[in-house]
T-cell receptor, first 112, second 112 residues
């Protein structure tokens, strides 16, 4: 089965780190993605990780993948008010012939 | 950069009207997708297309149809709009099935 789950809300103070978590159930996933949606806009690809990796770092973003627990996280260091958005986790299955499966999104609120 | 353009940002239609939502991408992508986004429900896939004149049902195709006569254009059609189709509609494209999606900015449709 394929299901991607995320908590719906997260609130952090400006300057702190944010950690957004995601769990998925299909162990055959090849790529896992993080998308960001700012108010009134479409989704923008933030970063991705291939399933044979444990970690990927890109400036303030760190993606951690725990394949055993099927757990993916996105850490944003030094969170800024501009990071306030909805963050979606998504997976593509190994077959590659099915569309991305998205989580419901985590709304990150950054308090100044 | 890939550009996915949705023809309208906001649309207001009456119950029973036939509604066309247009989406155009400029990067010769094979695949195109239509999602709707509702609070608490995340993104739900309506229809997708892996080639010209091809279409596949997503998770919630009822009440919708699509048209893909040209590679760059994917239209979503509401044959007879109903109030429960009030939503944000997002179009996306990708070069191949296993690639990340590129999204348009969305069309917020209100059916009264």
């Amino acid at each position: 089965g394929e299901d991607v789950e995320q908590s719906l809300f997260l609130s952090v103070r400006e300057g702190d780190s944010s950690v957004i978590n995601c769990t998925y159930t299909d162990s055959s996933s090849t790529y896992l993605y993080w998308y960001k949606q700012e108010p009134g806009a479409g989704l923008q690809l933030l970063t991705y990780i291939f399933s044979n990796m444990d970690m990927k770092q890109d400036q303030r973003l760190t993606v951690l993948l725990n394949k055993k627990d099927k757990h993916l996280s996105l850490r944003i260091a030094d969170t800024q008010t501009g990071d306030s958005a909805i963050y979606f986790c998504a997976e593509i299955l190994n077959s590659g012939n099915t569309p991305l499966v998205f989580g419901k999104g985590t709304r990150l609120s950054v308090i100044a | 950069d890939v550009k996915v353009t949705q023809s309208s940002r906001y649309l207001v239609k009456r119950t029973g009207e036939k509604v066309f939502l247009e989406c155009v991408q400029d990067m010769d992508h094979e695949n195109m997708f239509w999602y709707r986004q509702d609070p608490g429900l995340g993104l739900r896939l309506i229809y997708f297309s892996y080639d010209v004149k091809m279409k596949e049902k997503g998770d919630i195709p009822e009440g919708y149809s699509v048209s893909r006569e040209k590679k760059e254009r994917f239209s979503l059609i509401l044959e007879s709009a109903s109030t429960n189709q009030t939503s944000m509609y997002l179009c996306a494209s990708s070069p191949k099935a296993s690639s990340p999606l590129h999204f348009g900015n969305g069309t917020r449709l209100t059916v009264t």
